[in-house]
């Protein structure tokens, strides 16, 4: 309340009476009486060992431990422990005072920051690069905090940013070559030619990432990572959570003391934008808890144009931190050395108690939104101060000059020496070349980018190798009492594996796990209840009926095995957030599975920002790749139109595939994966779903994959795979051409031949609406249709379609779906199908038949009768004895 927080002394904050001793009594008289204060078991002041002190005295030591340029705020946190922590570093005898040599480095770190900004708005005037300046001091700040970290065991830092300031960071605390900096500045991003050089469609210089080691004031080296992230501000903070959470995982960080996450934000965004709430909402939650992350609030007063009486309901912007028990130190940006306190207490916090912190550095912002902008239009009170008010290394250079430890001589060497470096590097820059992949982790190295071919491989699988992990993941330990029905579950998979028949959706899945991880893969599935299972089939967690304990098949595969090695675990509520989570933890090492399902697909698209942003786009944008596995339960059967659809539309429309042009679809020679941005799959069969699961970590490169996941087929009679289709087995069912591996069509299952002359249509859907089409077959006897599966929608099997095609020459054409005509796979499938005919000399787009649900604007009906009856035409329509028209 009482604290100087805001450099521009603009906000009027009336002293609450509270801190009025007159409203406890005591007048002027008073202030020399003697009280005592001495109190059990608190720390700073009150436990002084000089329990009576004048109310004077008092009084002083108060106002200058939280009434200066720092206000602490952490009473909210019930634990004593942590509070009388902060309160003997808060309550000292005397302020901190820096030693010159300290002081030094803090002006030199200063003037870097100043400098750079200075420099590029020299040279680039009219560029947008949305500058720091009225916070240069998170510069020195953010320095000494990952200085102060790598003190206390830090190794690798990942940072997650907005635009604003973003270049001086990636400058001066990343330590990206300022050269490069200038030379996209310049308009040279893209890298030389050379073979395999993917250099994707690229993006504004303020969104790229990118890593470095560096050395810090301790003499050790830390590895910092920023990540690369879009204009919607606080999308990146899930992504660099998880990323850190990965980073834990695989370095063996047990204790989570050596790998760090670290978010700066806006004030506006941090107040304002809701995947802030669901990000802070995983930071205890065992499976996501990375061991506290430190947020750094750039609080400009003002975001873009709106004041904060106008952009948010609480008194401070960092108010959501409390739900938390976050302490919170907001500082006073003008005053660097306070800036500098906080940050490395806010390190030394992280270390001690592995939960989050937030420093909120109350600063201004000098020019508007960006440099082009105008900012008197709506703030010209506050840019008639900010126009008068000297920067921050000019307060911290006079405080120096007045104090004798630094000369007028000593700052301009600083001065000449940061401003010859940076003109070197600018001339450097002219010519830079950069360098291919610069960013990607070691982890990734050896892997294809799409210019570069990639062999296909197989992912059967020996059959005694799926018969012992078949073993082990439908065993029990002896005396664990599991709930009857769950006991028979698993009595049956037993049977399943033994008898190698009737293998379902679940045991499809589990056995995929199990071999990955027997091949030495990490398996990571997250999201809500999936443990269990939405709808009750997979059961990969077990509860003991008696004791509550839990087992998990899957971390019983290897002897010894890792707990993390497989984890299964139900998230927290929220879609952005934990999709965000999963995506930034599978970018960081492509020897994993990582999956993340949504409840039911139709609660997807709250997440879309990941989706459009970084997974549709990532790799095009910033080069970098993932193979995360989103499954989006998706099928029409009477639930209403919520649990309906995943809005396959979506995913499809998003796809980059050309629907004019056939590619290359040669065997050897096929890059048609590697080129596209994802894979979208619509699979019927467990093993066919085993197979596309494994075909994710069996190639050499990583694409994200949708999967529209079974709900009714999870326990369809017909719905079953023989053990013989998931092994590697020559002449076994799944065993073709190639071997074994993942089928992006499966064909008419009547044992037709090469040629069928005398089939009259050939019918072309995707997912369980197959079941029912060949169900209402058999009972209309119609011998003369043909069905064919499109497992995978995208990218379009254009040699299967047109293997097909040729199969049955005198066919009519239909493409069958459950959803409406303005939803489903229609719109993507009909201009390439129409493409593959056409090259046949087939017909064109006109010649493709619909069956379907009409138009509609929801997704389904909320009336279980309608639903029924419009399923039952739609297949009656598919198998009519007349041409359809």
Not at 128 to 133: C, D, P, Y
Not at 170 to 199: H, M
Not at 394 to 410: A, F, M, P, R
Not at 794 to 802: E, K, M, T
């Amino acid at each position: 309340m009482k604290a100087k927080l805001d450099p521009l002394d603009l906000e009027e904050r009336p002293i609450p009476d509270d801190l009025d001793p007159a409203l406890y009594g005591f007048t002027e008289a008073d202030l020399d009486r003697e009280f005592f204060i001495g109190v059990w078991r608190m720390s700073g002041f009150l436990s002084e060992n000089r329990p009576v002190q004048t109310l004077r005295a008092i009084l002083k030591r108060l106002e200058q431990a939280y009434c200066g340029n720092i206000g602490y705020e952490y009473m909210h946190i019930a634990d004593r422990e942590k509070c009388n922590w902060l309160r003997d570093k808060i309550e000292t005898p005397t302020p901190t005072q820096y030693s010159r040599q300290r002081r030094e480095v803090i002006l030199d770190r200063l003037i870097w920051s100043s400098q750079f900004e200075n420099f590029l708005a020299a040279k680039w005037t009219a560029a947008k690069r949305f500058g720091l300046e009225g916070c240069e001091t998170l510069i020195p700040g953010m320095k000494e905090m990952f200085d102060r970290s790598a003190d206390l065991g830090v190794e690798s830092i990942v940072i997650g940013m907005s635009h604003r300031g973003r270049l001086n960071v990636l400058g001066n605390v990343v330590r990206k070559p300022l050269r490069q900096i200038f030379s996209e500045f310049s308009g040279g991003t893209k890298p030389a030619d050379e073979v395999g050089l993917y250099t994707g469609t690229g993006d504004v210089k303020y969104h790229l990432g990118t890593s470095y080691d560096r050395p810090t004031r301790g003499g050790k080296r830390i590895h910092l990572s920023l990540v690369a992230n879009p204009s919607h501000l606080e999308a990146v903070d899930p992504v660099v959570v998880g990323k850190t959470r990965a980073k834990q995982y695989y370095s063996n960080d047990v204790d989570r003391t050596k790998n760090m996450g670290v978010l700066i934000h806006g004030d506006g965004s941090f107040a304002g934008q809701g995947v802030v709430y669901e990000t802070l909402h995983l930071s205890a939650l065992p499976n996501y808890t990375t061991g506290g992350t430190i947020h750094i609030v750039v609080n400009n007063q003002v975001a873009f144009t709106t004041d904060p009486r106008s952009g948010r309901s609480s008194q401070y912007c960092t108010d959501v931190a409390k739900a938390l028990s976050a302490p919170i130190f907001h500082v006073n940006g003008d005053d660097v050395e306070a800036v500098v306190h906080v940050c490395e207490l806010a390190a030394e916090w992280r270390q001690t108690f592995h939960t989050d912190v937030v420093v909120d550095i109350v600063c201004y912002r000098r020019f508007g939104h960006n440099e082009i902008d105008e900012p008197s239009f709506t703030q010209p009170k506050m840019y008639k101060v900010i126009r008068n008010h000297p920067s921050a290394l000019q307060i911290y250079q006079n405080k120096l000059l007045e104090s004798g430890q630094v000369t007028k001589e000593d700052i301009d060497q600083i001065n000449s020496k940061v401003l010859s470096i940076l003109n070197e590097e600018f001339l450097a820059s002219k010519d830079y070349v950069p360098q291919r992949r610069d960013w990607l982790s070691a982890y990734w190295s050896g892997f294809k980018s799409p210019e570069q071919l990639s062999r296909i491989r197989n992912t059967g699988v020996k059959p005694e190798i799926l018969k012992n992990v078949g073993k082990a993941i439908t065993t029990l330990p002896e005396n664990f009492k599991p709930h009857r029905a769950v006991k028979r579950i698993f009595e049956d998979r037993a049977k399943m594996i033994e008898t190698g028949e009737g293998i379902d959706w679940a045991v499809g899945e589990a056995l995929a796990f199990a071999t990955l991880l027997v091949e030495g893969n990490h398996v990571r599935l997250s999201g809500q209840d999936v443990e269990r299972g939405t709808f009750s089939h997979r059961h990969s967690v077990i509860h003991d009926q008696e004791t509550g304990e839990k087992y998990c098949p899957l971390d019983h595969v290897m002897m010894n095995q890792n707990e993390e090695m497989f984890t299964v675990s139900n998230s927290s509520l929220s879609e952005f957030g934990v999709l965000g989570f999963e995506l930034g933890y599978s970018m960081e090492n492509p020897n994993s599975l990582v999956l993340w399902e949504a409840q039911f697909g139709d609660f997807a698209n709250g997440a879309q920002v990941i989706f459009d942003q970084f997974l549709s786009s990532g790799e095009a944008k910033w080069l970098r790749q993932t193979g995360l596995v989103v499954l989006l339960p998706h099928g029409y059967d009477g639930q209403g139109p919520e649990h309906s659809s995943a809005r396959l539309e979506r995913f499809l429309q998003m796809s980059d595939d050309n629907p004019y042009v056939i590619p290359e679809m040669d065997p050897t020679l096929r890059k048609q994966i590697q080129e596209c941005n994802w894979q979208v799959v619509n699979v019927t069969t467990p093993a066919n779903y085993f197979h596309v699961l494994r075909r994710q970590i069996h190639r050499e490169f990583r694409k994200p994959l949708i999967v529209m996941s079974p709900k009714n087929l999870l326990r369809h009679k017909d719905c079953k795979s023989n053990l013989s289709e998931f092994d590697d087995v020559q002449g076994h069912q799944g065993f073709d051409k190639q071997g074994t591996r993942f089928k992006r069509l499966i064909k008419d299952q009547n044992d037709h031949s090469d040629l069928e002359e005398g089939i009259r249509r050939l019918i072309l859907c995707s997912g369980k609406v197959y079941y029912e089409l060949d169900e209402g077959r058999k009972k209309a006897k119609g011998k003369d249709i043909a069905i064919c599966r499109v497992e995978q929608l995208c990218p379009f099997p254009y040699d299967l379609i047109q293997r097909e095609l040729k199969r049955y020459p005198n066919a009519e054409v239909v493409w069958c779906q459950e959803e409406p005509m303005n939803m489903g796979a229609y719109n993507y499938i009909t201009p390439r199908l129409g493409t593959a005919m056409k090259a046949l000399g087939r017909g064109t787009v006109e010649d493709i038949k619909y069956v379907g649900r009409a138009p509609s604007a929801a997704t389904a009906t909320g009336f279980y009768q309608v639903h029924v009856k419009e399923q039952t035409e739609l297949v009656h329509k598919a198998m009519q004895p007349d041409p359809i028209n």
